[in-house]
């Protein structure tokens, strides 16, 4: 009996002494971020940035795309063709990221308004129907007033395409007879369905 419970002891005494030895990555040689460094000349582990340098995949020459700007200056104009599928992406962009605040139609009168969060800006004012489509994807891009950045969430293109919607939604609540195609007009004048 002793002598069992003797070596019980020690396969246990062997077990946790096994699981407790972690040869692994956990131990070794390595360099965390501001840990400093005596192997550098300058003592810093962290590398800078060689000067002019781009990362792979990151280098974003079409300035429209990324800025909503050409030359600098905010435009109205879009950096590929607004099409059904565009507009139907930015519609369900738009309905996932900002519907909270805006709601559905754009007045913004959303979820988080109803419930005492500052309301932004409706884009059926005249302001913000004259601004240009730029002015959007910056917004959307760099947030604005209570309204913080989309960037890191957004891709610039569903960014745009958020953008072609918010202008489809304008154009809804400002439409005349005279917007709607000669074709699709009669319809609406016979009450055709």
């Not at 139907?88 to 900002?98: L, P, Q, S, T, V």
Request: net charge positive; hydrophobic share 35%.
């Amino acid at each position: 009996m002793r002598k069992s419970r003797a070596q019980w002891a020690i396969v246990a005494l062997s077990a946790v002494c096994a699981l407790s030895c972690r040869l692994d990555m956990h131990v070794q040689p390595k360099y965390k971020a501001d840990w400093g460094s005596t192997f550098f000349q300058d003592g810093r582990d962290d590398r800078p940035k060689i000067p002019d340098t781009v990362a792979r995949g990151h280098m974003h020459t079409d300035e429209l795309l990324y800025t909503g700007r050409v030359n600098g200056v905010l435009v109205d104009q879009f950096p590929f063709p607004v099409t059904r599928q565009v507009l139907e992406r930015g519609r369900a962009r738009f309905n996932i990221y900002c519907t909270p605040c805006h709601d559905y139609t754009g007045s913004g009168r959303g979820m988080v308004v109803q419930r005492g969060f500052p309301s932004p800006p409706s884009y059926h004012i005249q302001r913000l129907m004259d601004a240009p489509a730029g002015h959007f994807f910056e917004v959307i891009t760099d947030g604005y007033g209570a309204m913080f950045s989309y960037a890191g969430r957004i891709t610039p293109e569903d960014r745009w395409a958020i953008v072609a919607y918010i202008r489809a939604l304008q154009l809804s609540q400002h439409a005349t007879l005279d917007d709607v195609p000669a074709s699709e007009r009669e319809k609406l004048t016979s009450g055709e369905k």
